[in-house]
């Protein structure tokens, strides 16, 4: 008899969104009329079409694969390099303060993939420090590699070291005053749509640096960045290129979460220890993963994603985040009007709304399914101190924004 991998079954529930789809249904059986009128702003995932500019791109490339002169099998695993150039070039520019070699670039399909993957990097015996409330592949993947402890009622597991975000801290936790090994920062934020800004980035390099930590920076939502005073890249603090990897995707600023393609940066000047203290570059170690587990980005994606960098591309897909970012705009008045106190959606399309008293995570996402027709997403699902929140995602029609609006101020709580 085989034996399975124990950690699994230390997993709280299914996987959050699998697990809302699931009661979606559910409700929707039972109630077809509440069915037809449903509005979904639960998972944060895009609405609208892909910017023209990728789909021409995308063509021609799909032509390509037609001539046998233009044809492309297996690509590099880490990404052609026109679009690890293209990378570095637009995303990390000097006058930022960024360095990013095209190199250190690899691009994948997806940041949910890469933050989970890159654990097969690192050994078994770190102190991982994990904001709360947060995006749950974090803990999921730390769960299934065996880093936790079991989980409590609340689904706080052992040994790893929980980094409160609440109204206090503006969302944005604090280096803690213990020792950790790895960090997990998400910025700007999924849930809470807080967005970090230079000193608190720095407190964190500076952490990370005196106690030799590698802080894996998610910066998916990095394109819903208003203010212009805040960092897009962890790479913009000095001192990063030596503690941090950072996460970018596709999906949420180009409109690919069908279509898949996200990259990740690994500084070749960031270094772990071996268990005899040596220290070793994570950068080969990365390659090494990558050309041994994972193919490549498909031709084809890979020519969208570059096309988002073109002078058509950008205007196209700044027009669907101000789209998003105007429907965030509308919630956030919308949920106010009702009563709600509401955080978040000004840097990042999701809005973080406190629950009334006494009413929890998921007595607010049956209510509000209820009553409403609409699909939030539970705090609770992002960790023990999301209960007490639920989350709106921004990402819809302008319509189906204010029907929300107006339906979230029609509830009598
Ligand atoms: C979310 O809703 O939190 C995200 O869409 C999930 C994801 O990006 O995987």
Redesign the pocket.
């Given at each position: 008899m085989a034996f399975l991998n124990d950690n699994y079954l230390k997993l709280k529930a299914g996987y959050l969104?699998p697990e809302i789809g699931r009661r979606v249904r559910v409700f929707c059986e039972a109630n077809p009329e509440a069915a037809r009128r449903l509005i979904r702003c639960?998972?944060?995932?895009v609405t609208e079409p892909l910017p023209p500019a990728v789909i021409a791109a995308m063509h021609k490339a799909v032509d390509e694969m037609a001539g046998r002169e233009t044809f492309k099998g297996y690509g590099p695993e880490q990404g052609y390099e026109w679009l690890r150039a293209t990378i570095a070039k637009n995303d990390f520019p000097a006058a930022r303060g960024c360095a990013v070699a095209d190199d250190e670039v690899f691009v994948s399909d997806g940041?949910?993939c890469d933050t989970g993957n890159i654990l097969d990097i690192l050994g078994h015996k770190n102190k991982i420090a994990i904001s709360d409330p947060v995006?749950p592949?974090y803990v999921d993947t730390n769960v299934m590699a065996g880093h936790t402890g079991e989980a409590n009622e609340a689904g706080v597991y052992g040994k790893l070291v929980y980094l409160p975000c609440r109204p206090s801290n503006g969302f944005i936790p604090e280096p803690p005053k213990r020792h950790v090994d790895v960090i997990y920062l998400c910025s700007p934020n999924?849930?809470t749509g807080a967005a970090a800004n230079r000193p608190q980035l720095e407190a964190w390099v500076k952490y990370a640096l005196e106690h030799k930590a590698v802080i894996f920076f998610d910066a998916?939502y990095e394109a819903y960045i208003a203010d212009a005073n805040l960092p897009h890249s962890i790479y913009e603090i000095p001192g990063a290129r030596e503690c941090a990897i950072e996460f970018r995707s596709f999906?949420?600023g180009g409109g690919f979460?069908g279509t898949r393609c996200a990259f990740t940066v690994v500084p070749k000047s960031l270094n772990a220890q071996t268990k005899s203290g040596e220290l070793i570059a994570l950068h080969p170690l990365w390659a090494r993963r990558q050309t041994t587990k994972f193919n490549g980005t498909s031709y084809i994606s890979q020519r969208g994603a570059e096309a988002l960098y073109s002078p058509e591309g950008k205007a196209q897909a700044d027009g669907i985040i101000k789209l998003y970012m105007g429907n965030s705009d509308t919630l956030r008045v919308g949920a106010k009007k009702a009563g709600l106190k509401v955080f978040g959606g000004v840097n990042a399309p999701y809005i973080w709304v406190r629950t009334p008293k006494g009413v929890t995570s998921w007595q607010a996402f049956d209510k509000i399914l209820d009553e409403a027709n609409v699909v939030i997403?539970p705090g609770s699902g992002f960790g023990s101190r999301g209960e007490g929140y639920f989350r709106i995602?921004a990402f819809n029609s302008r319509v189906n924004a204010e029907e929300v609006a107006r339906r979230l101020q029609e509830l009598k709580w």
């Open positions: 969104f639960g998972i944060g995932d940041t949910k995006y592949v999924n849930p998916a999906s949420k979460t997403t995602s």
